[in-house]
């Protein structure tokens, strides 16, 4: 909660700072995201649409089971957990001018694992579909530069409302 209202605070500060009206920004980024959307990591790509709206597309795709058969993970899995994929599809509207953005977006997240029912039997498929969110600042890059993003990525999935917060390093392509 104090994580939101320090967002709610800052980032229109943020927002304004990047009123430039500077036209040379990337306008596809890949960026790698920690901690947003409830997940440890997603890689992404970002496309800015019509300099107002940005469409991300990312993903994830992690082995739960070492070579030895230990399990890697969290809480949320157990030792019969092999794999575990999600990927995101979302729309943000972008707020200001310039490098530094306000932004507020929403999309889904599919996410999915394996898991064993014996050792060797892989044949149980989990799945499920989430809602989620950003709302955040962006400090878009030039293209072959680097920027910086936070926000607060909510996910609600089955398991209920999931608050958390995301810091992507951002990276322009052109």
């Not at 909660?1 to 036209?23: N, T, W």
């Not at 790509?45 to 089971?65: E, H, Y």
């Not at 230990?70 to 809480?75: H, Q, S």
């Not at 994929?85 to 694992?113: D, I, K, N, Y």
Request: charge should be negative.
């Amino acid at each position: 909660m104090r994580l939101l209202v320090a967002l709610l605070l800052v980032i229109p500060a943020l927002a304004a700072l990047g009123q430039d009206g500077r036209s040379d920004l990337a306008v596809h980024t890949v960026y790698v995201e920690v901690l947003g959307n409830a997940m440890p990591g997603t890689l992404n790509i970002d496309v800015l649409v019509a300099d107002r709206f940005a469409l991300r597309f990312g993903g994830i795709l992690l082995p739960l089971v070492d070579e030895e058969g230990d399990l890697i993970g969290d809480e949320h899995y157990t030792p019969q957990d092999l794999s575990f994929a999600a990927g995101t599809v979302m729309v943000s509207r972008l707020f200001g001018q310039g490098a530094v953005r306000l932004e507020v977006g929403a999309g889904v997240m599919g996410r999915a694992h394996t898991r064993s029912r014996a050792p060797g039997d892989t044949d149980l498929f989990d799945s499920t579909v989430g809602l989620t969110g950003v709302l955040g600042f962006r400090v878009q890059p030039e293209p072959g530069g680097f920027g910086i993003r936070l926000g607060f990525t909510p996910l609600m999935d089955l398991r209920g409302l999931r608050p958390s917060a995301g810091l992507r390093v951002v990276y322009g392509l052109e």
